[in-house]
Nanobody, 115 residues
Framework: VQLAESGGGLVQSGGSLRLSCTAS????????MGWYRQAPGNQRELVAT???????KYADSVKGRFTVSGDHANGTVFLQMNSLKPEDTDVYCC??????????WGKGSLVTVSS
């Protein structure tokens, strides 16, 4: 199983970025997809997730600014990030969970927001 992320980079404060992730391999039935972020030495933090039923969950710090979307059947998930702040700087990891509860993680995509 592989999760390929793209879309990270450097952006000025107030700008936008869109992260994409495509899962490939034998994942079986995907039930949850989303994004976490983790700075070196810090604990992994949930950013946003979306279930196959369309239920979304966001960290309080990104509500109203980030939007998660995806196609569970095709194993693709996106994170639209608007009004970015320097404190959003982090490594963003794609996350996929199947119906058996098995988690899969991407390697991460660095997002840097300059002030």
């Amino acid at each position: 199983v592989q999760l390929a992320e793209s879309g990270g980079g450097l952006v000025q404060s107030g700008g936008s970025l869109r992260l994409s992730c495509t899962a490939s391999g034998n994942i079986f039935k995907i039930t949850v997809m989303g994004w976490y972020r983790q700075a070196p030495g810090n604990q992994r933090e949930l950013v946003a997730t979306i279930t196959s039923g369309g239920i979304t969950k966001y960290a309080d710090s990104v509500k109203g600014r980030f939007t998660v979307s995806g196609d569970h059947a095709n194993g693709t998930v996106f994170l639209q990030m608007n009004s970015l702040k320097p404190e959003d700087t982090d490594v963003y990891c794609c996350y996929v969970q199947n119906i058996l509860g098995w988690p899969y993680w991407g390697k991460g995509s660095l997002v840097t927001v300059s002030s």
